[in-house]
């Protein structure tokens, strides 16, 4: 046996060799890596001298041989128990020093050996320790798997596999050798190539663990093809047992059956063989399950998101959508098409993109089929094979776009909000599984901020509608209030037209209400108050409030006390609006022959009452508590419902208050709490 073993350490040798050459130039510096380089250095040399010493057996190269094998050993051991390390926390000591102690009765048992001999020992130690090492290997291993976490093992799991494969073959070879008395020439023999075939194991685990900081990949192709040829000999093997069957249970006819069933199986082999379909699917499964991926994927993930949360660098949420999707396929740029109201996806954004009008129908077939389908549709590939998009018609407007390569739909849920138009990329750019499975799922974040940028742009137009419409109730019932003027004077103008004085308060009365359209007519023109906050004198306001009403019954009566001024900071045509407005529904609600009183309090140092009071027809209880300063609630027929509601919106705007003390049949009572300016107090 000593050619097999010669060649068996030979390969192992020149495994080891190769396999450490990969690791020295893969190793990132982590500890991990580091020990399993010196690990897989010390078997190389063992397999050489072991090789060599098989080729021509010499006592030194038999002890060199032992005692590397005794420095490998301490060397896997180191390996595990570095793998082990952040699982044990404390409890790392007691493996380590077993370890060590098994180590150390290898290294005794060999230098008893040398000295002294043992072949007059019923027992030999060098027997016992090489036992003794493969049992607490095999514990190592299993102390490893079990304290990885379950969903954790995926890494570690291989090279536990082969570590512990190589452990129990040891522990069969010394086991037999132990009890025998004699060590199996036939197994020692094929000891150097049974641990050379772990090394694919141990390098899988090193691609999947990143804590070994291994930059560890296997070519594709060459798993492709020992996968392919692999597969190849089970089927032939499982052709072969079937004709085996066939031909020992079939009789007379057994040896024709036996060779149709072979010819039939090499027939089916090669159709599999050259299959592009079923090449391609066993390309994909071993790229998506035993590769690392070609991105790195949280770095990706990161820097889209950023790009999507933080439109900056003087580009809109558009351009960070087409900056993010094509940076990742290393495109230039490209063009956002986005939904519009009225069906539409018009071109809402671009980046190194010329600008295009054209609108797409969200109905039309083109639209119909990115919702449908969602696919990514690579327009070089469309051109040359068409037949794989089947349904897929492309509008004039993009096939006659030269530089459009991808695209991307946009969807969320199962609605389509828009589509990205990406560029031909900077330098080839090989469109994969791997790459659509990450289009797809960065279009689906990329839909989700667009849709809720549209979300929120629709809100805030909404809002911009809501309030100009407020704004415009508001208008038109000041409006209203300035038409009754106006009719009320044209009712009285019949009667008193040849009167001087009625002419003059007329003339007055038509540039007031004129002067106030204007000013209306301003503030909606520009969605704002033109009329700024400032200190008021709502006695000399007071004063004006009841004069614009002196031409209706029953007249205002003002009292004002001793008051000769009182300053509060308010805008004054609002505020002489609202109480104008208070005023002129007491009007409303009393006969000629009542009472209408407008009355100045004092309420502290701080506030000031405005009170309006009058005996006319009163509400009841439940509406001034349920309806009253709900908008469009009125018990007048001819009114809007909308001057309370302003009146109590504007006073706790300025920090004051309105409170409504009413009864049917006996009147109103209208408290305006005011907050006096500081420079008053």
Request: aromatic content about 10%; overall charge neutral.
């Amino acid at each position: 046996m000593a050619e097999v073993a010669t060649w068996s350490y030979g390969l192992a040798a020149f495994a080891y060799f190769f396999f450490g050459l990969y690791i020295f130039f893969a190793w990132r510096g982590a500890l991990p890596g580091g020990v399993l380089f010196g690990a897989v250095a010390v078997s190389f040399l063992w397999a050489a001298l072991s090789a060599a010493n098989a080729n021509e057996p010499q006592l030194v190269l038999a002890l060199g041989a032992a005692g590397l094998d005794v420095l490998r050993s301490g060397a896997w051991y180191g390996f595990l128990i570095v793998l082990s390390r952040p699982l044990w926390a404390g409890r790392l000591r007691w493996p380590a020093a077993l370890a060590a102690l098994v180590v150390l009765f290898q290294i005794g048992a060999l230098a008893f050996e040398a000295l002294v001999g043992s072949d007059a020992l019923p027992l030999r130690p060098l027997l016992a320790a090489w036992l003794a090492h493969a049992i607490v290997g095999l514990m190592l291993v299993e102390q490893l798997y079990r304290g990885v976490p379950g969903t954790s093992r995926w890494g570690i799991k291989p090279a536990c596999l082969a570590l512990a494969a190589g452990y129990t073959f040891e522990l069969y070879l010394f086991a037999d050798a132990f009890l025998f008395a004699r060590i199996d020439q036939d197994v020692w023999a094929v000891r150097g190539i049974a641990h050379a075939l772990l090394i694919p194991l141990i390098a899988l685990s090193g691609t999947r663990s990143p804590s070994w900081t291994l930059r560890m990949s296997v070519s594709r192709e060459i798993v492709f093809h020992s996968t392919a040829l692999a597969g190849a000999g089970l089927y032939l093997l499982v052709i072969a047992g079937a004709a085996y069957y066939v031909r020992y249970f079939g009789g007379d006819w057994g040896r024709a059956l036996q060779m149709t069933l072979l010819f039939a199986g090499l027939v089916l082999l090669g159709a599999l063989l050259f299959s592009g379909a079923l090449r391609a699917k066993l390309r994909v499964l071993i790229s998506k399950h035993l590769f690392s991926y070609r991105y790195d994927y949280r770095n990706e993930w990161l820097r889209f998101t950023q790009a999507l949360s933080s439109a900056d660098h003087g580009l809109d949420l558009g351009q960070s959508v087409i900056r993010a999707l094509s940076d990742l396929v290393e495109s230039p740029g490209g063009g956002l098409w986005l939904a519009d109201t009225y069906g539409n996806c018009t071109m809402h954004s671009r980046l190194n993109h010329r600008q295009l009008q054209v609108a797409e129908p969200l109905q039309s077939p083109f639209c119909r089929f990115l919702t449908e389908r969602e696919w990514i549709l690579n327009l070089e590939e469309y051109r040359v094979q068409p037949s794989r998009y089947e349904g897929l018609v492309l509008p004039e407007w993009l096939s006659g776009l030269e530089e459009a390569w991808l695209v991307i739909p946009l969807k969320t849920g199962d609605r389509l909000i828009g589509f990205v138009v990406l560029s031909s990329p900077r330098t080839p750019f090989d469109i994969d599984w791997e790459v659509l499975d990450l289009l797809k799922t960065a279009q689906r974040q990329a839909a989700g901020y667009l849709d809720r940028m549209l979300a929120a742009e629709a809100l805030l137009e909404a809002r911009k509608f809501d309030s100009f419409n407020r704004m415009s109730a508001f208008v038109v019932h000041d409006l209203k209030n300035l038409v009754a003027q106006l009719s009320l004077m044209l009712k009285n103008a019949e009667r008193h037209r040849d009167n001087p004085e009625f002419q003059k308060d007329m003339l007055e009365t038509v540039a007031h209400v004129e002067s106030r359209m204007r000013g209306l007519m301003t503030q909606l023109q520009e969605k704002r108050s033109i009329d700024p906050p400032r200190v008021v004198d709502v006695v000399a306001l007071l004063r004006t409030v009841r004069d614009l009403k002196r031409r209706q019954r029953p007249l205002v009566d003002l009292r004002l006390g001793a008051a000769v001024s009182c300053e509060v900071t308010a805008h004054p045509e609002r505020l002489e609006r609202i109480i104008g407005h208070v005023v002129q529904n007491a009007l409303d609600a009393t006969n000629e022959d009542g009472s209408v009183s407008v009355t100045l309090e004092f309420a502290s140092a701080e506030r000031v009452h405005v009170v309006v009071e009058d005996n006319g027809c009163g509400m009841s209880s439940e509406f001034v508590r349920d309806r009253l300063s709900r908008p469009f609630q009125t018990t007048k027929a001819s009114g809007m419902g909308i001057g309370v509601f302003e009146t109590r919106q504007y006073l706790e705007e300025i920090g004051g208050t309105l409170r409504y003390d009413s009864e049917v049949g006996v009147g109103t009572r209208v408290t305006i709490e005011l907050p006096m300016s500081r420079r008053d107090l």
